[in-house]
């Protein structure tokens, strides 16, 4: 029998199948697991703050544009739910290339959930700033 906490749990899983995807140079598969809503959310490792879906959905294509050979995986993960919203606390870790230079991946998540239509979607993605992936990517900037 579901639970809500092993349906946030699949959410997740295929939130972060769709992460490795994107971290693979297709980030096409977010889009399933995501929130469609104007109030969507994401404070990625690289800084920037998106609201609304149309911007989420675009700042995940732009780093999927310049990353590949991605693995990102979440650790000592904590989920909770209370009515229709559920949070999740974890360590994203891993490693990718982006614009070709290896970069690793170690800062803590929390991602935030939301029911809707009766499945459960993604709302709000934060990570640590990550200063090796800014490291990468002023690298690449200050070359062209």
């Known amino acids: 029998m579901a639970t809500p ?5 699949e959410a997740s899983a295929q939130f972060y199948a769709g992460l490795n995807q994107m ?12 929130s469609q809503g104007a109030d969507a959310t994401t404070m990625h490792p690289i800084g920037g703050r998106e609201v609304g879906w149309g911007k989420v959905q675009d700042s995940f294509q732009q780093v999927a544009h310049i990353a590949s050979e991605g ?27 982006l614009v070709g230079q290896q970069a690793a ?25 990550s200063p090796a992936m800014l490291e990468v990517l002023n690298h690449s900037a200050a070359k062209a």
């Open 5 to 9: 906490d092993n349906e946030v749990r």
């Open 105 to 129: 991946i170690a800062g803590r998540v929390t991602n935030i959930y939301r029911r809707e239509a009766g499945k459960w979607k993604i709302v709000h993605h934060h990570t640590d700033i």
């Open 71 to 97: 693995r990102i995986r979440l650790e000592d993960q904590l989920i909770r739910v209370v009515g229709d919203l559920a949070y999740e606390l974890g360590v994203e870790r891993g490693a990718l290339k």
């Open 23 to 34: 971290a693979n140079g297709d980030a096409s598969a977010l889009a399933g697991v995501w």
